[in-house]
Each structure stands twice: as structure tokens, then as C-alpha cells.
């Protein structure tokens, strides 16, 4: 089992940065994969970004370039690095990790992740 809790959220002007940070628990944490989601109102939930247990990242079209995703195994930790904000970057963010360990991949549809946090509302203003 994993227990995920977002923090960071808030309010911020377009061109800004914010960081949402993830703390996890669990012994497994290390060996899965963890992603952001984000959701806006009216708006199907989409992946952001996604970091493997090996460190590699990928990070959805809209966002590459302008936020960057980390871990640290030793405490358990997920940064989402926002920069260059925008009012579309308005959103419910969430913290997720994948059903699987070891998996070969970085999941993009929530569907592969089975653990969630509370989300965290960060709102840009143009």
C-alpha cells in the first residue's frame, strides 16, 4: 500500500513558478512509478508528467519544457517544478503511483495508477 499527500498549491500570476510536492508512504515507493494529473473543471482528468523507479522522466506535450518532475527515494518524495505558469495550468493537481512495481514504463493513463493523493488546487491568474 501507498499513501500519497500533495502540498504547494495555491495562487500564482501567469509567468510565475509554484513547486507541489508529494510525500508518500510505504515501503514500496522506490520500485514504482509516480505521476502528476491534473484536472480542471469540466475536464477529464490528463497526465503531466511521470518519473520511473529508474529516474527516467516524460512529461505530457503542454507542459515539457516549463515543469520539471523529481524524486528523492530516501524520503519518499515527489516535486512537480512549475515554471513559466499559465492560466490553462489552472488545476486540481494530483500525486499518483502506479499500481505495478517495476514496470517498464512511465503509465499516462490513470487507469495504470492505483494510489492517489487528496490533490492540491493551483489556480493562475493571467
Known amino acids: 500500500q501507498v499513501q500519497l499527500v500533495e502540498s504547494g498549491g495555491g495562487l500564482m500570476q501567469a509567468g510565475g513558478s509554484l513547486t507541489l510536492s508529494c510525500a508518500a508512504s510505504g515501503r514500496t515507493f522506490s520500485s514504482r512509478a509516480m505521476g502528476w494529473f491534473r484536472q480542471a473543471p469540466g475536464k477529464e482528468r490528463e497526465f503531466v508528467a511521470g518519473?520511473?523507479?529508474?529516474?527516467?522522466?516524460y512529461y505530457a506535450d503542454s507542459v515539457k519544457g516549463r515543469f520539471t518532475i523529481s524524486r528523492d527515494n530516501a524520503k519518499r518524495l515527489v516535486d512537480l517544478q512549475m515554471n513559466s505558469l499559465k492560466a490553462e495550468d489552472t488545476a486540481v493537481y494530483y500525486c499518483a503511483a502506479d499500481r505495478s512495481t517495476y514496470r517498464g514504463r512511465i503509465g499516462v493513463r490513470s487507469d495504470e495508477y492505483d494510489y492517489w493523493g487528496q490533490g492540491t488546487q493551483v489556480t493562475v491568474s493571467s
Open positions: 518519473i520511473h523507479w529508474s529516474g527516467n522522466t
